[in-house]
């Protein structure tokens, strides 16, 4: 008989207690799994938004750019172009110096809607109306064909 319950207690397998702690090891772990993806979801989400801001300061550099190269001088302004359900505001400033140059500056202004925090993006340049309207004959007569090889 003593032969038996020697024989239970060296039984293998794990105690409910075993069990119960490696699951809630196991539950901590997934839950810092979690966490982690949802910061990096945001951080992805924040870095679209700066990209699209950089991206609409960009679009107007290039319209401005184009006006000058029309022979127009352009205009300071503002608006307010939507992205992702976020509202941008894009304002720009211009000023013609001595030299011939415009000097512009571009400045775009949005509130994050997960944070609340304000992004705020600067774009200066200065605009030379003569190297504009060189290049303007490009943009006419489309990209340049090569020519067949002999």
Do not use: Y
């Not at 997960?114 to 943009?139: D, F, H, K, V």
């Amino acid at each position: 008989m003593s032969c038996v319950r020697c024989k239970a207690a060296r039984a293998k397998g794990f105690s409910l207690v075993e069990v119960l702690i490696a699951l809630v090891v196991l539950g901590v772990g997934l839950l810092g799994l979690a966490r982690l993806q949802l910061n990096m979801l945001g951080g992805t989400a924040e870095s679209v938004l700066q990209d699209s801001a950089v991206r609409l300061a960009e679009d107007k550099l290039e319209s401005l750019r184009f006006e000058l190269a029309e022979g127009r001088l352009p205009q300071a302004g503002s608006d307010e172009p939507k992205v992702q359900d976020v509202i941008l505001q894009r304002h720009w400033n211009l000023k013609l110096s001595p030299t011939g140059l415009v000097e512009s500056n571009i400045t775009l202004q949005w509130r994050d809607p997960r944070t609340g925090e304000e992004g705020t993006l600067n774009l200066p340049a200065m605009l030379s109306p003569s190297a504009l309207t060189a290049q303007a004959w490009l943009i006419q007569s489309g990209v340049p064909s090569r020519e067949p090889l002999p």
